[in-house]
């Protein structure tokens, strides 16, 4: 739509925002009319109280943020009922900042989407409570979302990207290899046996008390990891890859956590500092470990890549890995990630870092993509439970490990 501006005299096209407050100025109501649809996507599954307004065309209208990262590293971790009553105190807030910043009326809203699994549950419940009281306020459908599925879908919003695609999800409380065949149609071609990379690196940034670093205070562990790795020697430890026999697309991190640890000891020892303390070595162990969980990621994806156009699950060429997640906004793991999909053909796209970290908008939008397919939009409320676990897809990870692909070597000079 065009306006004519009268000040400057010229035709300009204007923010999808201003689009809506010139309607409104004539008391026009755009989603329920002609224009676009809106959601208010809301999510709480972990530390983050999010919540964001976005439109059919990928338009974020408004978006607000309350982030707990600073109050849990404190207490050296998430601690459930904390982040609970954090939730409980922000989300009105953060809510109610989302829609004012739209410039929407709430009346104008297509739909309000939550995440509803996985995740903690006194987070989880936070949000649907919340979400379910508002839905029957204002009378709209409730879209319930998985954390993951829209953590996958992102890209969509940011990139033109077409199904089917693969996806590495790496977070905090999720590690896996997925196909994305359609909003929400996935095939799990791996995950994490134990903890996933997120939870390692915020481990071994508290065993290294990276807390107490001046350039890392604020940061979450896998960002101070991330920051204090650019300063180090990835070169002056040695530590082999997980699962190195295993030809499936599973990950482990346990054992990259211990062996990190027992590192860590035997540099405070031979540095002759106490537990708590910060080693001079803190940022050559931190590159080592980024670097080892960066090939251990690398390789797995390679396997998945590989899979996939045996099957031809995914085309031969220019294939679409998306990696997303919080640690995905680690630009290292993406350079990892670039020597991969440049050896095999494919495109690597990932969310700016903002967009890989929780936050309300992949909700908004991941409830627009099902309002466009028309699935999982709910006009009944009864019923609905959050789901503290929940897999994701369809899970074809037994026959990824039957068919043992042997992956090639590749270089990782990163
Ligand atoms: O996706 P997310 O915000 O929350 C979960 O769903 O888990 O991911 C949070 C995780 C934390 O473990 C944090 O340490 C890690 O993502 N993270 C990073 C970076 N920024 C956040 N890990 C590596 N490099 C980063 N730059
Ligand atoms: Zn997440």
């Given at each position: ?38 959601v208010l996507g809301i ?11 976005v ?56 739909a309000i989407a939550t995440t ?15 979400s ?10 409730f879209i319930p979302i998985?954390?993951?599925?829209a ?212 909700i908004a939008w991941n409830g627009i993509?099902r309002l466009?397919?028309?699935?999982g939009i ?37």
């Amino acid at each position: 739509m065009l306006i004519l501006t009268k000040t400057a005299g010229v035709f300009f096209k204007p923010s999808k925002r201003k689009v809506y407050e010139f309607l409104r100025s004539f008391n026009f109501h755009p989603g329920t009319l002609f224009l676009h649809k809106i959601v208010l996507g809301i999510e709480t599954s972990c530390d983050d109280t999010a919540a964001a307004v976005v439109d059919e065309t990928g338009n974020v209208l408004g978006e607000a943020i309350h982030s707990q990262t600073e109050v849990h590293l404190k207490t050296g971790g998430i601690v459930p009922p904390v982040a609970q009553q954090l939730h409980r105190e922000n989300i009105q807030r953060i809510v109610q900042e989302a829609l004012s910043a739209s410039r929407i009326s709430s009346s104008d809203l297509s739909a309000i989407a939550t995440t509803i699994k996985p995740g903690l549950a006194l987070s989880l419940g936070v949000g649907l409570s919340f979400s379910l009281q508002l839905v029957g306020q204002l009378k709209k459908p409730f879209i319930p979302i998985h954390h993951m599925e829209a953590h996958a879908l992102t890209i969509r919003l940011t990139n033109k990207v077409e199904f089917p695609f693969l996806v590495l999800l790496i977070s905090g409380g999720h590690c896996l290899l997925a196909l994305v065949q359609g909003v929400s149609d996935f095939l799990l071609l791996g995950k994490s046996l134990d903890i996933a990379p997120g939870d390692m690196l915020d481990k071994v940034a508290r065993r290294l008390s990276l807390i107490k670093h001046p350039e890392c205070s604020t940061m979450s562990g896998g960002k101070a990891i991330e920051h204090l790795a650019k300063q180090g020697n990835r070169f002056h430890f040695d530590i082999k890859p997980p699962l190195h026999r295993a030809k499936n697309c599973d990950f482990s991190f346990t054992g990259l956590q211990h062996v990190t640890d027992k590192i860590i000891m035997k540099k405070e020892k031979e540095e002759g500092i106490e537990k708590g303390q910060i080693l001079s070595s803190a940022a050559d162990i931190a590159a080592t470990v980024q670097h080892t969980m960066a090939c251990h990621l690398v390789k797995r994806t390679h396997r998945a890549i590989l899979f996939c156009k045996q099957r031809d699950l995914l085309p031969q060429n220019n294939a679409v890995l998306v990696a997303s997640g919080g640690v995905a906004s680690n630009f290292y793991i993406r350079k990892a990630l670039e020597i991969l999909t440049n050896a095999t053909q494919c495109t690597l796209l990932c969310p700016p870092p903002r967009l890989c970290t929780d936050n309300g908008i992949m909700i908004a939008w991941n409830g627009i993509e099902r309002l466009r397919a028309g699935s999982g939009i709910l006009h009944d409320i009864e019923g609905i439970r959050y789901e503290p676990k929940c897999p994701l897809g369809v899970d074809i990870s037994k026959e990824v490990g039957e068919a043992s692909i042997k992956v090639p070597q590749l270089k990782m000079e990163i």
